[in-house]
């Protein structure tokens, strides 16, 4: 059974930083894109960052371009989400995704596994 388990998330004010992470056990995750999405309530669950199988390529969302930074660890499998200068507006449920392919996913129809979910809060 495949699990991801997000943790990291909380409160903080507006222009701090928080890094969130996922572990992924059940599947070997190394040859598959991961990343991660968000949803703000009563909004649609949207993409925010993503990663290839080897790190070699990142992709972001606008709106978090030059404040999130993605990796991963293939030897843990986990991958990991820094978030700089943060925003009232990032405050939102992240999802941690594992991926249908090794390159990159921007949807959430080629994502294949999620995780439960944890809770970022920013403060203005």
């Known amino acids: 059974q495949v699990q991801a388990v997000e943790s990291g998330g909380g409160l903080v004010q507006a222009g701090e930083s928080l890094r969130l992470s996922c572990a992924v056990s059940g599947l070997t995750c190394g040859s598959r894109a991961m990343g991660w999405f968000r949803q703000a309530p009563g909004k649609e669950r949207e993409f925010v960052a993503c990663?290839?199988?080897?790190?070699?390529?990142?992709s972001y969302a606008d709106s978090v371009k030059g404040r999130f930074t993605i990796s991963r660890d293939n030897v843990k499998t986990m991958v990991l989400l820094q978030m700089n200068n943060l925003k009232p507006e990032d405050a939102a449920i992240y999802y941690c995704?594992?991926?249908?392919?090794?390159?990159?996913?921007?949807?959430?129809?080629?994502?294949?596994?999620w995780g439960q979910g944890t809770q970022l809060t920013v403060s203005s």
């Open positions: 995704a594992v991926g249908r392919n090794h390159i990159h996913f921007a949807s959430t129809a080629h994502v294949d596994y």
């Open positions: 990663i290839s199988w080897d790190g070699g390529i990142t």
